[in-house]
């Protein structure tokens, strides 16, 4: 994968969106199936069930206006800058590679279920996100749209999950992009909400 991601900075995703949500077998009611973390926490483990993806989270930060993710395709990166898992607004970044000739955590990110669960682990609880959206952007397209994929204004919290996409046999030309809503923390850990 691309050593960087160009955030407000520059990252990628091309112009596919994907169709809305299919409700899971049992609708997730956030008001009595779970509760919101007691504060917001740093992530420390990503888990995409439906993918198979379990993988340690790791603090990133930019560096020059770029951000890279972490240099072992076993590890996540949440961006420091951006919302902690848990809080009321802003958006939680979570990037990590896609490796061509496979091993990446993120290598079929782009395959995501629609609605699938994403799992966001914290010291204080295991935040869970339905999937609301997929996106492929070129870097242009990112560029154009940083703001509005990576901004820390939006009123309500989402995750936002990036990886690179479409190899050309050198380098990675576009980005994908998740964008989850928060459901919040089951109020049975023991007991899968989904049933």
Known sequence: MAAV???LLAATVGGLVFP????????LRPGSDFHAL????????????????????????L??????????????GWWTGSAKPGA?????????????TGGGQMDHLGAIEQGAIIQVVTPG???????????????????????????????????????CTAWNGSFYQSNVIVFADPLGVPNNPKKNPLG
């Not at 809305?20 to 609708?27: A, G, I, L, R």
């Open 5 to 7: 991601l160009w955030l």
């Open 20 to 27: 809305p949500p299919s409700s899971p077998s049992k609708e």
């Open 38 to 61: 007691k504060k917001p926490q740093d992530p420390v483990r990503l888990l995409i069930p439906s993918l198979e993806i379990d993988a340690p989270i790791v603090p990133i930060e």
């Open 63 to 76: 560096d020059g206006g770029s951000l890279t993710p972490p240099d072992d395709a076993n590890l996540v």
């Open 88 to 100: 009321a607004s802003g958006q939680t970044l979570i990037t990590g590679h896609t490796v061509h």
């Open 125 to 163: 609880g295991t935040l869970w996100y339905r999937e609301t959206k997929v996106f492929v952007y070129t870097k242009d397209q990112v560029s154009a749209h940083a703001q509005q994929l990576f901004g820390q204004k939006r009123k309500k919290n989402r995750l936002v999950l990036v990886t």
